[in-house]
């Protein structure tokens, strides 16, 4: 029994692709006919000065081109994979990471690379456990202190333990808190471990076993004129599912041979939970304290989240309404400028360095905070899988930004969090009509169309 | 294609691009036909990244990059297509991606349509792969563009996605 199936059964299967060409060829160049003419790019001219610069720079391109040719496997995958692998990994219903994080020390007068050990494991909707380190230096590479600490939550109770300190805190967890840091850690904070550059500037570099499973390897580089910190990372694709297996990163430090800063050995997506990190057990001879009530909200965070120069910002999370607007809710101290106007940050949404600035639509001030919706201002409107949300504070005495990732959140959350978010800015006894997600969608609506 | 219909077509000339809509539009609305499941609606998509891409076309400085610079316009239209019409703000999975078991082949028209289905549910470097060898008129250079493969890899790529669509139509014990 053959059960592949035959040539013919594909071409009938795949005969509707050419059915009725001609007509729909008709309507497109009706359609076309009647459109603009498309645009063509003009080649920008350039001032005589910077000629000479840029014939070198296009000299160098072209020993880059030649020699990623001739060294460069044929046949290679496109960085398509990689992008597929980040959309993929936003839809995950728990992530594992295990593997190392590296600093060079200095031990008796030499350099040396010593490894500590990293685990983080994330569930949807509300459970996560994860370590840290922090590393005091001297005279570059002298550690002095290693602190190391972990925190972990089941959404029921949350736990941060202390090793250096040898303490434990455990105190109720707020399932809605839990839910959002637990998202923030799979839309942000893991994208930003595993993924250096954007999807477009990785290169493949060839196919390896990793643990008996064939991998696509895709590799990033800084650009060599790149100032001050570069980076370089690999990251070893399932060739089957396109997930990621594995994860190394390197600095390239100027002068100096590359050096090892992290690496994921495991990657492991939609795994059995590991019970074992949510026994909640403090070790022997460690103080452990019990805190009564919940824990503090990140919704809304008790005080400024940037500041400097006398200048203070304060920002929630920012919430994405539907891919077309950002609900963020913010202050600014002082809050007016020497004129007495409103002082309003400068917001702006896209990739890092390629930000474009939003349409602003206030919605409401509640003496401190205020609730805006922002809009990209891209051709198409939307907010792409890559896009932050860029808030710029800068005056004559101070200049600093802050960066989030707009949380997607499913519908009911997001509901829930609108709602409970305006709890703590409108404040008790008050006759202010909290808006809801019903609200915000005909608002988003109406801009888009009006855009 | 040659540099004179390059010109032409960079320069927006119906003509030109009415020749670019014959050889690759069969190839667009498979792509698009994985992400919407439904003929009426990649035909209607596939017009749409047509539309795109004759606005976009003076962009275009390689003709041998044509058929990639299409498929990306596809794989981004069918993206926009997706989250338009995403029920939920998101949705998240219960489990990891993975394969589903497809209704077998049978010669009926009933049985093709499920064919149709399984291909869509293959990884996309096999779906692409396939979509391309029955609907391009030299597959093999199509497949070094937009999979980056040789052409024996483009053809092993194929006998793989072939043994996976039997792997998945093996179950339901159907003869071909």
Redesign the interface.
């Known amino acids: 029994m053959n059960e592949i199936p035959s040539d013919a059964a594909f071409d009938r299967a795949y005969r509707p692709f050419r059915r009725d060409h001609a007509r729909q060829r008709e309507d497109l160049l009706q359609a076309i006919a009647k459109g603009d003419r498309p645009t063509v790019a003009e080649r920008p001219r350039r001032q005589p000065r910077y000629a000479r610069a840029v014939l070198s720079l296009a000299a160098l391109l072209l020993v880059g081109i030649t020699l990623g040719v001739l060294f460069w496997p044929p046949g290679a995958p496109r960085a398509l994979a990689v992008e597929e692998a980040r959309e993929q990994l936003l839809q995950v219903k728990s992530l594992h990471l295990k593997g190392w994080n590296f600093q060079t020390v200095e031990r008796d007068g030499r350099l040396q690379v010593e490894r500590f050990p990293v685990e983080s494991y994330t569930e949807r909707p509300n459970r996560f456990w994860h370590n840290g380190y922090g590393f005091s230096f001297k005279e570059n590479h002298r550690l002095v202190n290693v602190t190391h600490s972990y925190r972990a939550s089941d959404g029921e109770k949350s736990i941060v333990v202390s090793h250096d300190q040898r303490t434990a805190v455990i105190r109720l967890a707020n399932r809605l808190e839990t839910q959002l840091q637990t998202e923030q850690m799979l839309q942000q904070e893991v994208f930003d471990r595993l993924f250096i550059g954007l999807p477009e500037e990785y290169r493949y570099t060839g196919r390896e076993e990793y643990n008996d499973v064939a991998c696509d390897v895709y590799e990033y580089k800084d650009s060599p004129w790149k100032e001050g910190f570069r980076q370089r990372c690999r990251i070893w694709l399932d060739a089957r599912s396109g997930m990621p297996v594995r994860m190394k990163g390197w600095t390239l430090p100027k002068g100096r041979p590359e050096e090892p800063v992290f690496e994921y050995h495991t990657i492991r997506i939609n795994c059995p939970r590991p019970d074992e990190l949510f026994m909640f057990e403090a070790p022997e001879d460690y103080n452990v304290h019990v805190v009564e009530g919940e824990a503090g909200p990140i919704i809304v965070p008790d005080g400024p989240t940037a500041s400097g120069g006398g200048d203070s910002l304060g920002s929630w999370i920012p919430f994405n309404i539907n891919d077309r607007a950002v609900l963020y809710c913010w202050f600014l101290d002082p809050s007016t400028d020497a004129k007495g106007l409103q002082r309003v940050p400068k917001f702006s949404l896209g990739r890092p360095g390629n930000s474009l600035p939003c349409r602003h639509i206030p919605l409401r001030s509640d003496t401190r905070w205020n609730w805006s919706l922002l809009f990209p201002a891209k051709e198409n409107g939307r907010i792409d899988l890559d896009d932050q949300l860029f808030v710029v504070v800068k005056s004559a005495r101070s200049h600093f930004s802050s960066s989030k990732v707009p949380l997607r959140l499913p519908e009911e959350t997001l509901r829930q969090v609108i709602r409970e978010a305006q709890q703590s800015t409108i404040g008790p006894g008050s006759n202010v009509e909290p808006f809801t997600l019903e609200d915000l969608d005909l608002i988003v609506e109406s801009a888009s169309a009006d855009n | 294609m040659n540099s004179s219909d390059f010109e032409r077509l960079?320069?927006?000339e119906?003509g030109a691009?009415?020749e670019v809509?014959?050889r690759y539009?069969?190839?667009v609305?498979?792509i698009c036909?994985d992400t919407t499941r439904n003929?009426a609606q990649?035909?209607d998509l596939?017009?749409e990244v047509?539309?795109k891409a004759?606005?976009?076309?003076?962009?275009l400085r390689d003709p041998v990059r044509l058929a990639?610079w299409l498929a990306?316009i596809a794989?981004r239209a069918c993206?926009?297509w997706r989250?338009e019409r995403g029920t939920?703000?998101?949705?998240?999975?219960?489990?990891?991606?993975?394969i589903e078991a497809a209704a077998p082949?049978m010669?009926e028209?009933r049985d093709?349509?499920l064919?149709?289905a399984a291909?869509s549910e293959l990884?996309?470097?096999e779906r692409l792969a396939?979509?391309i060898h029955?609907?391009c008129e030299q597959p093999a250079e199509v497949a070094?563009e937009?999979?980056?493969?040789?052409s024996s890899?483009f053809y092993k790529r194929i006998d793989r996605a072939?043994?996976r669509?039997?792997a998945i139509?093996?179950p339901l014990g159907v003869?071909?």
């Open positions: 960079t320069a927006g119906p691009f009415a809509y014959d539009a069969p190839l609305r498979s036909f003929l990649a035909e596939a017009q047509f539309l004759y606005q976009r076309i003076g962009q990639g990306a794989r993206h926009d989250r939920d703000r998101l949705r998240f999975c219960e489990s990891a991606p993975e082949v010669p028209e093709i349509e064919l149709r291909i990884p996309e470097k396939l979509h029955y609907l070094r937009i999979l980056g493969l040789s890899g072939r043994r669509l039997a139509l093996k003869e071909p």
